[in-house]
Each structure stands twice: as structure tokens, then as C-alpha cells.
């Protein structure tokens, strides 16, 4: 089985600062890693994913997240924030095999409060 | 429209009564899931689905039935309401074919169990 740590409940930030949003996992196979985005009243949307190759994945909105296996975690960053970027932020993991790779397991939550 | 709609959208109901969260996706994908989100729990998965007449269950299944007859349906079942159900449902879809992980959600139900 797979587990998710999400660490930091509420990140207040201001805007334009830099921010990190934690995450490590716990898995005895290999896994995807996810991090998903839920806005106000809405369902999850998908950030980024980690699925193989390069460990550094980026998000069209400037988010990146780096896969660091010795830590088993994937933070999630972005060098400057904007106020649409307040949302809650939800990291997540599936194993990496046929059938259960759309299977996941979420963490917690991050909620990312950013003002003025 | 095409996607994937929960309804109803918000539902009180009281313990003991049975309450029934549909869900419908329009992209015939073949996985379908129901997670409940609590406050401090995240997103945890009640059943899931890889087709139709096939399903599994997830981490928090106790006191839910699942079904689907249908692939573009999965209609989520509490035959005997509690408070401890009192949550938000999301129903969610992904094809096998596609990217893995990549869950699309709808917008949720809200239920309130008095």
C-alpha cells in the first residue's frame, strides 16, 4: 500500500513571493506521483504528474514539482505566486503497475492562502 | 454537456435513511471512483470501477454499496444513513487508455446527515 504526507495544512504567502508545498510518500513498489488542485466549490484538477524520466516536471501555470527518490518526495514550487493561485493543493501517489496506476491515494491537503 | 455531473449537488437527509449519489460521465471512460473529502483526511477512496459489472472496494467502504450496470454510470449508495457520513463525494474518471493518474473529478455532492 501506498501513502501520502503532506506536512503544512495552510501556507499564507504573499503575492509574487516564492512558495514550496510539501510531500512525501511511502510506497514498497515503484509509483506515479501526482499533485492535484482543488479550487473553491469545484472537484480536483490535475497539476502535474511524475510518471518516468526527467524528475524535474512543470505545470503550465508555473508550478514545478521534483521527484527526489532518496527522500521519497515531491515538493511542489513555483517562484512567484498570484492570488488565482490560492486553492487547496493535494499531492498523491498510485503504484506503478497495469490496473492500478489510476488508483490513488491523497494526501491531506495544502491549502495556499496568498494576499496582498 | 460532455463530462462527468454528480447530482444532486447538496443533500440533507436524516440518520438511518437511505440516500443514493449519481454520478455520469459522457467520455466512456472505463475507470470510475468515489472518494469522500473530510477535514483532515483528504481525499479517501470508497469504491472504484475499471468497468462495467466489475468493482472493487477502496479504503473506506463500510456502510456504501456501488454499482454499474452502465459504463458512463456509477451510482453511489448509503442504505442506512449515519452522521459519520456527513461529507463531500466526489465521483471521479479516468480511462485506462489515457495517462495514468489522470483523474477527472466532478464538482461534488454534499451530504448532511442530521
Known amino acids: 500500500a501506498q501513502s501520502v504526507t503532506q506536512l503544512d495544512s495552510q501556507v499564507p504567502v504573499f503575492e509574487e513571493a516564492p512558495v514550496e508545498l510539501r510531500c512525501n510518500y511511502s510506497?514498497?513498489?515503484?509509483?506515479?506521483l501526482f499533485w492535484y488542485v482543488q479550487y473553491p466549490n469545484q472537484g480536483l484538477q490535475l497539476l502535474l504528474k511524475y510518471l518516468s524520466g526527467s524528475t524535474l516536471v512543470e505545470s503550465i501555470n508555473g508550478f514545478e514539482a521534483e521527484f527526489n527518490k532518496s527522500q521519497t518526495s515531491f515538493h511542489l514550487r513555483k517562484p512567484s505566486v498570484h492570488i488565482s493561485d490560492t486553492a487547496e493543493y493535494f499531492c498523491a501517489v498510485s503504484a506503478r503497475r497495469t490496473g492500478t496506476a489510476s488508483k490513488l491515494t491523497f494526501g491531506t491537503g495544502t491549502r495556499l492562502q496568498v494576499t496582498l | 454537456d460532455a463530462g462527468i455531473t454528480q447530482s444532486p449537488r447538496y443533500k440533507i437527509t436524516e440518520t438511518g435513511r437511505q440516500v443514493t449519489l449519481m454520478c455520469h460521465q459522457t467520455?466512456?471512460?472505463?475507470?470510475m471512483f468515489w472518494y469522500r473529502q473530510d477535514l483532515g483526511h483528504g481525499l479517501r477512496l470508497i469504491y472504484y470501477?475499471?468497468?462495467?459489472?466489475?468493482?472493487d472496494k477502496g479504503e473506506v467502504p463500510d456502510g456504501y454499496v456501488v454499482s454499474r450496470s452502465k459504463t458512463e454510470n456509477f451510482p453511489l449508495t448509503l442504505e442506512s444513513a449515519t452522521r459519520s457520513q456527513t461529507s463531500v463525494y466526489f465521483c471521479a474518471s479516468s480511462d485506462s487508455s489515457g495517462s495514468p493518474g489522470e483523474l477527472f473529478f466532478g464538482e461534488g455532492s454534499r451530504l448532511t446527515v442530521l
Open positions: 470501477s475499471a468497468a462495467a459489472d466489475i468493482t
Open positions: 467520455w466512456s471512460h472505463s475507470y
Open positions: 510506497s514498497s513498489v515503484s509509483v506515479y
